[in-house]
DNA sequence: CTGTTAGCGCATTCAC
DNA sequence: GTGAATGCGCTAACAG
């Protein structure tokens, strides 16, 4: 592997000489700029970045911790985060966990072993010895999706989110409405968003029934099975009445759900209505197109990389952004 | 920052030794160990890696080249690597080209820069450039998803299960089908996979309508428009005829097409059969559910991690790996 | 404008 | 079992 050293050699100059014009920085002679570079051009001589960052200590690396690669939320806060990165230069270390819990810990211990400049983290629970570690790594880091006190954070406005489009139904006319949910701890998806749908009813003064409250994981069969405890709930109780219209907290619970209702030879919108969160590419070609909530996710990477940046440059910058979401309405609503 | 040699001082031994500790390598005593480890522990010390690259050569981190972030097929093929290759010790430094062919290259020199041990190339192109570019860096690479001679790869059996696929059409006893292709420089999705349709179809005698075989870029809308082609210039010749059955080189683009077919009120497959590739998650919910090929993308990405650990290793390893493929067979045929 | 010197944090000889 | 010395490839004072 040829080094500074010997392209320094080769160009009779000094080390230094070769750092110099490599990095545009100090004053070089065009000539010797010229010797310098033909002697890289020939050697096809590319400098080392890490000895580099042993002397700078920047990496130049951001560390992107994330539940799973394999959804659009995701991937589009992932792209949006590389596109605004690599712009400054700076390279994605992946740390995938898979929904492993225990990983998120590992990994924020792995980012700091390779000493990455920042870590953007997409994250699914807010639990107190993940907060602790984050401080104790004390890297700079910004959080997507949740927010936590003393850690920067990019969030979207769940609650009103979840609140506007319940207001939409009620306006529609709907009173008896279901809701698919997630588990609270995770605050921004399971709990806000749940929120929201019960503020929302309650400021409306209709009622909530119980069992049509289902909770689900974040799978589409997931959703077509509490879609199905709605409904067979709803007639072995006295009201024997059914609701509506059904509110699914992700998009994959709703196509779940409407793949029960299709299979029961229920019409949406017509005997139910429904709709998702998340805007994924798939829901504007559903039958019929699925109404759902566009929280522009790879912004949302953009934000939270133009966030880490300033922050990793020490400048001026908010501690936490609330991002804005638009109603996507379509037919099934 | 703290350093081995802090570390070293606080427990009185020297670098070395704390280095033994860190490593399991060479004897140390119990006694001594317990000592560093305690002042380890207090101090919260972590190595750092790239220093540590400095010295061994090796950064235990893999470029992993992709178009898009954005498609299942790629987070299949990045999940499956990351499984293998964290198993192993590795971290993977993501290099998205955003479907710009100009960065591909670009990325090659990067990961040369950040002297990755490996690397991993999503191709969708094989140009001549690009093989020689690979070359000239000299870092074991392997390809998922094309093959060029030389080169490791582990790629698909586009042509047969196409060919496969085809003849499943043909047993059905459609006669009549229509293509929706993608630019042939794509070779595996888009000459292999029109090949093997057309050998296929002219190995059962039967005579393939130049009008029907449509070109498309990969998404959703694009495969609709195709669609639309189809049918409309059936509708101008002299022929007067329809496809009875249309093959999509893409889920998306089968996709794209029901969704133009519904809208002019022709159901599947009573009308027009239709089948795709990829086994994306959403084609099984669709209605009807659609045939389609499945790849296993991310047993592709963990046998392509696997190979490249194999000659980052140095251990006999094949050149090239193809992959077998499964048809998926619904309703929507 | 250019070179000398020093050292980043670590692993690896080679002695003892 | 342990330590001293050395250098990986690079940049950053500091002279000149």
Redo the contacts between chains.
């Keep these: 592997m040829v080094t500074i050293k010997n392209i320094a050699e080769m160009a009779k100059v000094s080390r230094t000489t070769v750092s110099r014009v490599l990095n545009n920085s100090g004053y070089v002679s065009e000539d010797v700029r010229k010797r310098v570079e033909k002697v890289i051009e020939e050697t ?1 001589y ?6 580099k ?2 002397r700078t ?1 920047k ?1 130049k ?1 951001v560390g ?1 911790i994330l539940p ?3 959804t ?1 939320t995701s ?2 806060i ?2 949006g985060i ?2 605004e990165l690599s712009q400054q230069g700076y ?6 966990t ?1 929904l492993n819990k225990e990983k998120e810990m590992e990994y924020l ?2 980012l ?4 990455v400049d920042g870590i953007i983290l997409i994250a699914t629970n807010t639990e107190p010895v993940l907060v602790e570690k984050i401080k ?1 790594i004390n890297i700079p880091l910004v959080m997507i999706g949740q927010a936590v006190d003393g850690i920067m954070s990019v969030t979207f406005d769940d609650y009103h989110a979840a609140r506007e489009l319940t207001l939409t139904f009620i306006k529609k006319g709907h009173q008896d409405i279901a809701f698919i949910g997630v588990d609270e701890t995770d605050r921004a998806v399971g709990y806000l968003r749940k929120k929201g749908f019960l503020d929302e009813m309650v400021a409306n003064q209709l009622k909530v029934n119980e069992e049509w409250m289902q909770k689900a994981i974040f799978d ?1 069969d997931s959703g077509h099975d509490a879609m199905e405890k709605v409904l067979t709930s709803a007639s072995t109780t006295y009201k024997k009445s059914i609701p509506t219209a059904v509110i699914a907290v992700t998009d994959r619970l709703a ?2 759900a409407i ?1 029960y209702l ?1 299979k029961q030879g229920i019409r949406i919108p017509k005997d139910m209505a429904i709709a998702g969160f998340g805007a994924s ?2 829901t ?2 559903l ?1 019929p197109p699925l109404t759902t909530v566009d929280y522009q996710n790879e912004k949302a990477g953009e934000v939270a990389a133009r966030q880490l940046y300033n922050r990793m440059h020490a400048q001026k910058c908010t501690e936490k952004v609330v991002l804005d979401y638009r109603l996507v309405l379509r037919k099934s609503l």
């Excluded at 390279?91 to 995938?96: K, P, T």
């Design positions: 096809g590319i400098p080392s970045h890490y000895a960052s042993l200590k990496t690396i992107v799973t690669i394999q659009e991937n589009r992932v792209t590389g596109k390279e994605i270390l992946l740390a995938n898979n211990e792995l700091k072993e390779r000493r104790e589409i196509i779940g793949n299709k590419e798939i504007r070609y039958d």
